[in-house]
């Protein structure tokens, strides 16, 4: 068994304590944050953490050593604090967007390091969580390391750094995109009540898990529901309309933001 330690006491360190809990997950876990007040705050709510007030105390033997601190500040821990890690034969696990393996590599080196991309969906068991390991990861290392994030959603490996830029702005940015969706939609429909809120939500969770259960490609979907000249023909027909092209510039905006954060970090 491994020990879980986390470093930083912001909303996604809250996201996979509450995933750790709901998969009851009995690995030791303690946790170091800058401003020790948030640290215990934590505490307060997930009981069985163990709080530490300096940052070597944080690493223990065998531990998953979890960085979730700002991007900019990923590729800046101490060196007392690096070297603890690779002496206690632990694994550094960067949950920073933007800072690529490779750097963390180069600027860690004789280290292992697993690279992810964590997401809000931790704290129910869902979503989907990216990795990538540099080779100083062992076999063995790497079967604990997704047996343990399995159980609270999702876990792909991914080939490269492409990748996580590529399916990183699904899956972390995800929640944050479709909730616009869902809320412009219903801001659209002049929802009145929250039966009608309830009434659009259950309907898109049930149409994807139709799509999903059925396996059918979505314009199957469409074509089962749309009947010629009716009403949903009508919808459909406009939204392509006005939609068409239109996420082409969401993920080319995207796209510039990634570039323009890592060119940010790796000037540091």
């Not at 912001?10 to 750790?20: C, Q």
């Not at 601190?69 to 821990?77: F, N, R, Y």
């Not at 809320?183 to 994807?208: A, C, G, P, Q």
Request: with cysteine; proline share 3%; net charge negative.
């Amino acid at each position: 068994m491994r020990n879980i330690c986390i470093y930083g006491a912001g909303h996604l360190t809250k996201s996979l304590l509450k995933g750790i809990e709901f998969a009851n997950i009995r690995y030791p876990i303690f946790l170091y944050n800058r401003t020790i007040e948030r640290a215990y705050k934590l505490k307060e709510e997930f009981h069985r953490i163990n709080t530490v007030e300096c940052e070597n105390d944080l690493i223990q033997d065998n531990s998953f050593v979890f960085i979730i601190i700002p991007p900019s500040e990923v590729l800046g821990l101490p060196n007392h604090f690096t070297d603890k890690i690779r002496r206690t034969n632990s694994i550094l696990i960067s949950c920073a967007n933007y800072v690529t393996l490779s750097n963390l590599s180069i600027q860690y080196p004789d280290i292992k390091i697993i690279r992810i991309l964590p997401n809000v969906l931790w704290q129910i068991g869902c979503g989907t969580t990216l990795y990538l390991l540099n080779d100083k990861v062992d076999s063995n290392e790497k079967e604990l390391f997704v047996k343990l994030l399995a159980e609270i959603g999702e876990i792909v490996e991914v080939q490269n750094e492409d990748d996580f830029d590529r399916f990183g702005k699904i899956t972390t940015s995800g929640p944050g995109v479709f909730s616009k969706l869902t809320d412009l939609f219903l801001n659209e429909l002049d929802e009145r009540s929250e039966i009608e809120r309830e009434i659009v939500i259950k309907t898109f969770l049930s149409t994807l898990n139709y799509a999903i259960k059925s396996k059918k490609d979505f314009s199957e979907i469409i074509k089962e529901v749309a009947n010629k000249g009716g009403l949903t023909e009508c919808a459909v027909n406009e939204l392509n309309n006005q939609l068409t092209g239109k996420f082409d510039k969401v993920f080319a905006a995207m796209d510039r933001k990634i570039i323009e954060k890592r060119q940010q970090i790796e000037k540091q």
